[in-house]
């Protein structure tokens, strides 16, 4: 059965930019939900300061839970090689604070969709520099898990591998046991394609997901692309409780469970409290019963 964690979505300026929630905090509010562990991301401020990498896989530990997966967001798709042999050193400090904080999963992204770098040297430039990661990984026990993303939330551009087509493709050009796929049904959604058609192309490839359920508050997904070249996710673009939104969470368990996933699912919910994400939680609780009944049994 797969195990259950949860990224401060609600809480990601307070914990990154402001300062107004400590990891001890974060932790606290994770213990009294049911998950088994948390997921962190690397800009969180406190985690600047190397001691505090151990000081929070403690804390976690103290309150019986892991912190398996850190939320990082490389730029690989930049033209200038300076600035990717920059954001190779920086996912690489990262493979090391996801070691710190005793995780195994440390996200990877493509980058980008700048106007000026083409589908294949913009392929070509995440290949490469993932591929330039993965012994770092491998010596750290981290597996880097590719992510159909949309957006950074402080990045100006989208993803440079948001389509699909431009995503499978740069899966299909890393191969190693120190890679594998993040998946994010919801951003599928977004990239305006069918989220199980995603899933059946990569499914074999997937040890980690993060469930969601996005909407929009007004317009549509066409009206979504004229606001996507700012800083950060437009504001018509919410999360919602999983399970309310656009998503077929059976058929996309169905899928996982058909090929032996049991890996860690990460939330993404909580913007409109905490009771939304507790409804969350319950929802995948069910959902994980009824796909993995074997799992539950035993």
Not at 6 to 22: E, N, R, S, W
Not at 72 to 80: C, G, I, K, N
Not at 121 to 141: Q, S, W, Y
Request: charged share 30%; hydrophobic share 35%; net charge negative.
């Amino acid at each position: 059965m797969p195990l259950l964690s949860a990224f401060p979505k609600a809480y990601l300026d307070d914990l990154c930019v402001t300062g107004k929630m400590t990891i001890r905090q974060w932790i606290e509010v994770g213990a009294s939900l049911e998950l088994d562990g948390l997921e962190f991301y690397t800009g969180f401020i406190e985690l600047r300061e190397k001691r505090a990498w151990d000081e929070s896989r403690r804390i976690a530990a103290d309150h019986g839970l892991k912190l398996p997966m850190l939320c990082a967001s490389p730029d690989f798709t930049h033209p200038d090689p300076k600035f990717r042999q920059s954001q190779i050193d920086l996912q690489k400090s990262w493979i090391d604070m996801c070691a710190g904080l005793g995780g195994r999963y440390c996200r990877v992204l493509s980058g980008q969709r700048r106007p000026e770098v083409s589908r294949e040297d913009g392929l070509r430039f995440a290949a490469e520099c993932i591929g330039a990661c993965i012994p770092h990984a491998a010596r750290n026990g981290i597996t880097l898990i590719l992510e159909n993303h949309y957006k950074d939330n402080y990045w100006t551009h989208p993803e440079f591998a948001q389509k699909m087509d431009v995503f499978c493709d740069l899966v299909d050009r890393i191969h190693s046991p120190n890679f594998g796929v993040n998946y994010d049904p919801s951003n599928t959604i977004l990239a305006g394609e069918d989220p199980l058609e995603m899933l059946r192309r990569v499914k074999h490839r997937v040890v980690t997901m993060h469930a969601s359920d996005r909407y929009l508050v007004e317009g549509t997904i066409e009206d979504l692309r004229q606001e996507e070249d700012v800083v950060g996710y437009a504001r018509r673009l919410k999360h919602g409780v999983i399970g309310r939104g656009m998503n077929d969470y059976d058929a996309i368990f169905n899928e996982l469970a058909g090929v032996g996933f049991n890996g860690w699912v990460s939330i993404e919910d909580g913007e409109n409290g905490i009771e939304d994400l507790r409804e969350s939680i319950r929802f995948l609780r069910g959902k994980f019963a009824k796909h993995w009944p074997a799992a539950t049994k035993g």
